[in-house]
């Protein structure tokens, strides 16, 4: 019987810091993937609303400023702003 640590204890602390670790990783990530997703959330919504200001003196059109619309050009861009309108005038 030494003072020594036992190798079940070693593996359990490499193990801990193993997964401690990982899970940092995983959430940095996602947190700069939130972060991105808000920003191109806000940008959307300001290129909404200068659309709606155009759109709506020249042409009478308008498309609604909503999460889910700010969202959608957001994240997709112009291709998502085509797809509002497109969807606006079907509907």
């Not at 670790?21 to 996602?30: A, D, E, H, Q, T």
């Not at 959608?72 to 005038?89: D, W, Y």
């Amino acid at each position: 019987m030494g003072i020594g640590i036992e190798l079940n204890v070693i593996l359990a602390y490499v193990f801990g810091l193993v997964l401690l670790y990982l899970l940092g990783w995983v959430f940095i990530i996602s947190t700069k993937l939130l972060i991105k997703l808000i920003i191109n959330s806000v940008l959307g919504v300001i290129f909404l609303i200068v659309f709606n200001l155009i759109a709506g003196t020249f042409f009478d059109f308008s498309i609604g400023v909503n999460p889910l619309s700010a969202l959608t050009v957001g994240f997709l861009g112009v291709p998502g702003m085509l797809l509002l309108i497109v969807l606006k005038l079907i509907l």
